[in-house]
DNA sequence: TTGCTTGCAAAGGATTTGCAACATG
DNA sequence: CATGTTGCAAATCCTTTGCAAGCAA
């Protein structure tokens, strides 16, 4: 199986793209995070190893990879946007915690299912969609209890 | 059962806010719209009936509509929010054409209650969701072929 | 009178874009 | 070398805010 450096470069040359240092860093930093994190979060990460980095660099990246496949866009709505990885990391869900912000991966085939249908009986059909639970952790129900 | 405007006043007196104008145009106007519409939509309906009247002001008074439980926030994810109905209007959700932008409101009670269930099985109380359907109407399938 | 409201314009925050200098294939 | 790429700053886009003048209670 390919790994993500490949599949971005195999991007990059499809599109008649050029490999660039600061493109190599971005992709690198991104993929070694685990979470979510926001453009300008990344943007804070690479500017530490190169601070001649610009955000707009990130942002241009940032969009490249989602194109490549290997980042997705996730939005809790608050006005920012967090990618979270793509590549080899199958379709889920969110579940977020109005207090603290906690989030899980949530994925149930019955809703998954149950979407398809629904679309289908409006006679639309499903390409995609978004489902965001937000609710209260436990830590955060007992606080406020 | 009250009527909105109602159900608007009231909210007004119990936060020692006044009633104006401006704030009954653009309820009135809101109200009569049935679909979703923008910040920017109903600022220009109202313009036609009072050209003096500010933006700044209909985003205020959508503000307040929400919090008067009058109005929802709806974020299709293209940048701009749009407001529904809330008041007499059960929850929902959408399913929304790629193509088109085509709307249509569902509800499906078991994808309700599984999400429910989803929430609690990681010791999350689900205090609210948002799910957006996304697919091609008939209408654009047909075209694309 | 008191202090909430308004319209205007300026400010905000996140993201994009124009541009001249620069680097890659 | 021909183009794609970069960093910067300015520009966008939608929405919010500060403010002085205007009104509601």
Do not use: W
Not at 63 to 69: I, S
Not at 87 to 112: F, Q, W
């Amino acid at each position: 199986m390919k790994s993500e450096r490949e599949i971005f470069e195999a991007y990059l040359i499809k599109r008649h793209l050029r490999g660039t240092p600061q493109r190599g860093m971005i992709l690198d930093t991104f993929l070694k995070r685990e979470e979510h994190i926001t453009a300008e979060q990344l943007y804070d990460i690479v500017k530490k190893r190169d601070p001649s980095i610009g955000q707009a660099t990130v942002y241009r990246v940032l969009k490249l990879m989602v194109e490549a496949g290997l980042a997705r866009e996730v939005d809790f709505g608050d006005g920012v946007m967090r990618y979270e990885h793509c590549y080899n990391h199958p379709h889920h869900d969110h579940l977020v915690c109005r207090g603290c912000g906690k989030t899980v991966e949530v994925l149930d085939s019955v809703i998954e299912e149950l979407q398809k249908r629904v679309a289908e009986s409006f006679g639309y059909e499903l390409t995609d969609h978004e489902m965001y639970l937000y609710g209260l952790c436990q830590t955060c129900r007992k606080k406020k209890a």
